[in-house]
């Protein structure tokens, strides 16, 4: 459980969400335009076919809305937020503070995706009320299951963004790292195609990274395709990525931070 500082930075950062709500609407907007591409893609796709790779197009419907729900918990403007801090040596003031960089940054992190995750929920039950035929589950454990799933996946990506964002210690500008972690994720974490799609040397590929918890497993535990003890199994092998993630997130930091100097320290 977050200590009482870590607490009041997520309450202070779910305030400063709300008050500037402009920059994250604007992420959300392009999340808007990308996930209705794809579904018209995919609809597209399935014109006279009733099932692809397992995927019926009901079932590809309600992947396609927890993708975008999965992805609206951890806005653009949210992730660059950490880059930023590296960028404009502000960082250099959270050293001189009594907080744990990483967990401060999950603490805020966690306090924006209350207000997103509530938008995003908004947005996905508007998106369930107009394209019928999403599929909603029948038995309470699977939405119990999928909800520990929802929230594992999502400091599942804050660890992979914030490792990402270290990375800005070494280089002068942000967009490059943010694009190609994008790029990553959304691939291997089965964003832009169900990792069901792949051959099968990159479906091997993806399955032993840890991409496939933020977006893959929470679908389809909601899906039904994994149920019982496998589904689980696949909750658990979302924390285990977090952890071994949290390790080198440390590790990196207490490399990265002898890259910061602060004059007459």
């Known amino acids: 459980m977050f200590q009482k500082k870590y607490r009041s930075i997520a309450k202070i950062t779910m305030q400063n969400t709300m008050a500037y709500r402009f920059n994250y609407f604007i992420s959300l ?7 209705l591409a ?34 609206s918990l951890v806005s653009w403007y949210s992730e660059t937020g950490i880059s930023r801090k590296i960028l404009d040596g502000s ?5 001189l ?10 603490a805020e992190t966690l306090g924006s995706s209350i207000v997103e995750g509530l938008i995003g929920a908004i947005l996905v039950t508007i998106f369930v009320i107009l394209f019928a035929g999403v599929i909603i589950p029948d038995h309470a454990l699977t939405y119990v299951l999928f909800a520990i799933s929802l929230v594992v ?29 994008a790029a ?3 691939l291997f974490s089965g964003a832009l195609i169900p990792l069901t799609f792949f051959p099968d040397w ?3 590929l993806a399955s032993i990274l840890p991409f496939q918890g933020i977006v893959f497993i929470p679908a389809s535990i909601y899906l039904g395709k994994i149920q019982g003890v496998e589904a689980i199994q696949m909750v658990c092998l979302q924390l285990f990525w977090v952890i071994v993630l949290w390790m080198v997130g440390k590790v990196m930091w ?12």
């Open 153 to 181: 996946s999502l400091t599942l990506k804050f660890s992979i963004v914030y490792i990402f964002s270290l990375l800005c210690f070494w280089t002068t500008s942000a967009v490059g790292i943010a694009w190609s972690r």
């Open 97 to 106: 503070k009594p907080l744990n960089f990483q967990k401060a940054r999950l």
């Open 29 to 35: 907007i392009a999340s808007l335009i990308f996930i």
């Open 202 to 204: 990159l479906k091997a």
């Open 254 to 265: 207490n490399w990265a931070v002898r890259q910061v100097t602060i004059h007459g320290g």
């Open 38 to 71: 794809m579904f018209y893609l995919w609809k597209s796709i399935y014109a006279g076919r009733t099932e692809l790779a397992g995927f019926t197009w009901d079932q590809m419907k309600s992947y396609l809305f927890i993708t975008f729900l999965t992805n």
């Open 184 to 186: 990553i994720t959304n």
């Open 91 to 95: 960082v250099a003031m959270d050293l």
